[in-house]
C-alpha cells in the first residue's frame, strides 16, 4: 500500500480563517478523496480530488467552502474557508490503489479545532 | 441513498472469545466491501476486503458476504485487548467506481 502523509496533524484555528491541508503519496495514484469525520461519527465523503480538473463534490459539500486541488498525481490540497466551529473535525485524505477491488488507504488525517 | 448499518455497541467480549461484527448494506448491486479498524485517534486502518459470496480467512480475521441477504460480517477469533477499537463497514458499488459508503462503525471492547 502507498505511504501517505498529511500537513498539519492538527491545528487551531479562529473563526473566520482558512486552513489549507496537504496530502502527499509515496507513489502515483489514480484516485485521492478527501473525507470528513466528525466527533463520535462515521467517515463523511467530501470530494474526489481529480487530476488536472475541477474536484467532484458531494451532497452538502461546496467549492467555495471547500477549495480541492491536485496538480498531479502524487498531491491533493484541501481547504476550509471562513470557518466556524462546526468545521472542527478530523479531515482525512485517502487513496485508490489501481488493479485491486477498489480499496482505499488513508492518511494519518488532521484534527481542526475551531474556535 | 445508499446506506450501511451497524450496530454501534458498544461489543463485549472477554479475551480469547470470537467477536462477531455485523453489517447491512441497501445497494443490492454493491460489488465490493471492507472492514476497516480504527483505534481512537487514529486513521482508519483497512484489514480485510471481500467481494465474492461466502468466507475469506485472514489469520484470526474472518469476513463473511451474503449478497442475497445484504449481509457482511467479521469475526475476530482469539480475541485480544488489542482489538479494542471500532470496526468500519464500507462497501463500494463498483461499475468503475472507488466510492465508497461508510457504515457508523462498531466499537469493540476485549475485556482482560
Known amino acids: 500500500s502507498a505511504v501517505i502523509s498529511q500537513k498539519p496533524s492538527r491545528d487551531i484555528c479562529q473563526r473566520g480563517t482558512s486552513l489549507t491541508i496537504q496530502c502527499q503519496v509515496d507513489?502515483?495514484?489514480?484516485?485521492m478523496f478527501w473525507y470528513r469525520q466528525q466527533p463520535g461519527q462515521s467517515l463523511t465523503l467530501i470530494a474526489t480530488?481529480?487530476?488536472?480538473?475541477?474536484?467532484?463534490?458531494e451532497s452538502g459539500f461546496v467549492i467555495d467552502k471547500f477549495p480541492i486541488s491536485r496538480p498531479n498525481l502524487t498531491f491533493s490540497t484541501l481547504t476550509v474557508s471562513n470557518m466556524s466551529p462546526e468545521d472542527s473535525s478530523i479531515y482525512l485524505c485517502?487513496?485508490?490503489?489501481?488493479?485491486?477491488?477498489?480499496?482505499?488507504?488513508f492518511g494519518p488525517g488532521t484534527r481542526l479545532t475551531v474556535l | 441513498q445508499k446506506e450501511v448499518e451497524q450496530n454501534s455497541g458498544p461489543l463485549s467480549v472477554p479475551e480469547g472469545a470470537i467477536a462477531s461484527l455485523n453489517c447491512t448494506y441497501s445497494?443490492?448491486?454493491?460489488?465490493?466491501f471492507f472492514w476497516y479498524r480504527q483505534y481512537s485517534g487514529k486513521s482508519p486502518e483497512l484489514i480485510m476486503f471481500?467481494?465474492?459470496?461466502g468466507d475469506k480467512e485472514d489469520g484470526r480475521f474472518t469476513a463473511q458476504l451474503n449478497k442475497a441477504s445484504q449481509y457482511v460480517s467479521l469475526l475476530i477469533r482469539d480475541s485480544q485487548p488489542s482489538d479494542s477499537a471500532t470496526y468500519l463497514c464500507?462497501?463500494?458499488?463498483?461499475?468503475?467506481?472507488?466510492?465508497?459508503?461508510f457504515g457508523k462503525g462498531t466499537k469493540l471492547s476485549v475485556i482482560p
Open positions: 485517502s487513496v485508490g490503489v489501481a488493479g485491486g477491488p477498489n480499496e482505499q488507504f
Open positions: 507513489s502515483q495514484v489514480t484516485m
Open positions: 480530488a481529480n487530476q488536472g480538473s475541477e474536484a467532484t463534490y
Open positions: 445497494d443490492r448491486g454493491s460489488q465490493s
Open positions: 471481500i467481494y465474492s459470496n
Open positions: 464500507a462497501v463500494n458499488s463498483g461499475a468503475g467506481s472507488y466510492q465508497l459508503t
